[in-house]
């Protein structure tokens, strides 16, 4: 082979490998999950149902939440939300007494909630999320739909779901009656997130 030739392809190999380098440097970072913790002072997450015609809100005031996202990688993505069901707070005390009773939540035997997720989507609004609702011992599937917003010190995570609470047992003997007690229960969450080291 002539010096020429070897000249030419020892310079097209140096052109490959600063063209490599170049195309790696100018793809688009972000695609990697991020993981986050929650800021619990500022978070919220809370149940809506009906008790004798007339709404009523309890906020759940213990609960964990172990978040890995990215808009760019959703088949990585991951929620794991555990809740203590015992601190259901309505700022009623008979109601909430009642809930932690053996006919509603049973919090004796089954002391806490918990929220996988299993797959996500874009939507045009935001995400939605097919995930898996372990609550009084039954485990079922709920969509929710959800929202994720950047911040400059991490995110805020806010969405919504609707279950039935009979679907996980959630009302035993009277409580079963869904004219006292309704069935449809809508959840709403605000997460406060910030980036894990």
Known sequence: ???????????????????AALFAAAAPAGAAVL??????AHSRLEFTGTQAGAPFTALFQHFTATIAFAPTDLADSRFDVVIEVASADSKDKDRDGAMRGTDIFD???FPTA????????KTGAGFTATGTLSLRGVARTVPIAFTFTPTPGGAILRGTAKLERLDFGVG????????????DVGIAFSLSLKPMP
Request: without cysteine; charged residues 20%; hydrophobic residues 45%.
């Open 107 to 109: 919090v004796a035997r």
């Open 1 to 19: 082979m002539s010096m020429k030739k070897q000249s030419m392809k020892s310079k097209s190999r140096i052109f490959a490998a600063v063209a």
């Open 114 to 121: 918990e929220y996988v997720t299993r797959a996500f989507a």
């Open 35 to 40: 993981h986050y913790a929650l800021d619990a």
């Open 172 to 183: 035993q003997g009277q409580w079963k009656n869904t004219t006292w007690i309704g069935n």
